[in-house]
């Protein structure tokens, strides 16, 4: 990747933390904290890797998402929305009574939303079937989607994760964002689910682990998912809850809550600021 592909992937991912602000701050709720560690690779997937069409999205040969951890829709609503799916000013509309852009993704609403997803577990097992389904079809598309490291204690995900590697699915790609944080506290103290790598190899997964904020770590890791083709891919991200937020890096009050007016006032200060340092160094 080159230093100018890495810059403008840096900038929209920078724009992408200000509509996560900017839509829970407009909720008065939301979760900012894992939006803000998964930034990264939401912007990677739509400005970088999914074949998706903005004008068009329900073109059929499109690659799929799936946010499995579908709590964190402020993340992917703003990835979509600077993508040209909707506008951008819509964001703070965010789980307002008379808005499209509902708490969790909804698929009938939102535009570039493939699936409907809330209750974890539930949407890792729609890609895996939805990876199956194109296998069946023939179609050369790819499934993406990112579960959480506390949606992993769901047992329903592990059902998936065995049912993708029974059938081969090489066309679908797991994010697992490994932010070691949930709503109820570190997950290694609510419920640790590792060694993670050592379970999901076990699984027959082909399993890769990297800095998820780290964009040649993600480019490398998804050529790796590209040369597989007999096993299902899963690439551990490990991330940082509220990045690019100070105040909210690393902090679990932020799982499940939108800034107030002043805390909304730094955190948009913080990324303006780092926006800005970003463009200039573009130049």
């Given at each position: 990747m080159t230093k100018k592909e890495r810059l403008k992937l840096q900038i929209a991912a920078c724009k992408v933390r200000m509509g996560v602000i900017e839509s829970t701050?407009?909720?008065k709720a939301g979760h900012?904290?894992?939006s803000l560690s998964a930034a990264d690779m939401f912007t990677y997937l739509y400005n970088k890797e999914m074949r998706v069409d903005p004008t068009n999205p329900k073109w059929e040969n499109r690659d799929r998402f799936v946010l499995s951890?579908?709590?964190t829709a402020p993340g992917l609503y703003s990835a979509l929305a600077?993508?040209?799916f909707f506008?951008?000013?819509?964001?703070?509309t965010l789980r307002h009574i008379d808005s499209y852009l509902q708490g969790h993704p909804n698929m009938n609403t939102v535009p570039g939303v493939d699936m409907s997803t809330g209750s974890l577990g539930q949407g890792i097992s729609a890609a895996a079937g939805m990876a199956l389904g194109a296998k069946h079809a023939g179609k050369a598309l790819n499934v993406y989607a990112i579960v959480g490291d506390g949606e992993v204690e769901e047992g329903e995900c592990w059902e998936a994760f065995m049912f993708a590697a029974h059938y081969g699915l090489s066309n679908l790609c797991v994010f697992l964002d490994r932010n070691r944080l949930q709503i109820d506290g570190p997950t290694e103290n609510v419920m640790s689910s590792e060694p993670l790598e050592d379970k999901l190899r076990a699984f027959n997964f082909n399993v890769l682990t990297i800095d998820g904020h780290d964009y040649d770590q993600i480019e490398k890791a998804i050529a790796a998912f590209?040369?597989?083709?007999?096993k299902p891919t899963c690439i551990l991200l490990d991330t940082i809850k509220?990045?690019?937020v100070s105040f909210m890096e690393n902090a679990v009050d932020w799982h499940g809550k939108g800034p107030n007016d002043e805390e909304y006032e730094i955190a948009m200060k913080e990324l303006t600021a780092a926006y800005a340092a970003l463009e200039e160094e573009e130049k």
């Open positions: 701050h407009g909720a900012p904290g894992g951890k579908g709590h600077y993508r040209g506008p951008v000013e819509d964001l703070p590209h040369a597989e083709s007999e509220g990045k690019g």
